[in-house]
């Protein structure tokens, strides 16, 4: 199982990215996907979550309006992509998926600042 997370950079504030999470080793259309981040000392939050289909999409409220989350199965591939960013959305942004256990990415770091 692989997730490699990317499309992370420095941002100016009201600024976007999109975020790419590539999955492998793993039957990826059968799975919910999900995007968290984390600022060190804090706990990592959950942003967003899609269905296996992609027919069902939350968002954390800090997000909501803002942040979409979508997929291409057939690209084995979950998006983020992340509009009108505020310096405190910067943080080191993860994809994950759960069968028994969670698997992560590594992260890709988001950095938005003037």
């Known amino acids: 199982v692989q997730l490699v997370e990317s499309g992370g950079g420095l941002v100016q504030p009201g600024g976007s990215l999109r975020l790419s999470c590539a999955a492998s080793?793993?039957?990826?259309?059968?799975?919910?996907m999900n995007w968290h981040r984390q600022v060190p000392g804090k706990e990592r939050e959950l942003v967003a979550t899609?269905?296996?289909?992609?027919?069902?999409?939350n968002y954390a409220d800090s997000v909501k309006g803002r942040f979409t989350i979508s997929r291409d199965n057939a690209k084995n591939t979950v998006y983020l992509q992340m509009n009108s960013l505020k310096p405190e959305d910067t943080a080191v942004y993860y994809c994950?998926?759960?069968?028994?256990?969670?698997?992560w990415g590594q992260g890709t770091q988001v950095t938005v600042s003037s």
């Open positions: 994950s998926f759960r069968v028994g256990r969670t698997y």
């Open positions: 080793g793993f039957t990826f259309s059968m799975y919910t």
């Open positions: 899609i269905s296996n289909a992609g027919g069902s999409t």
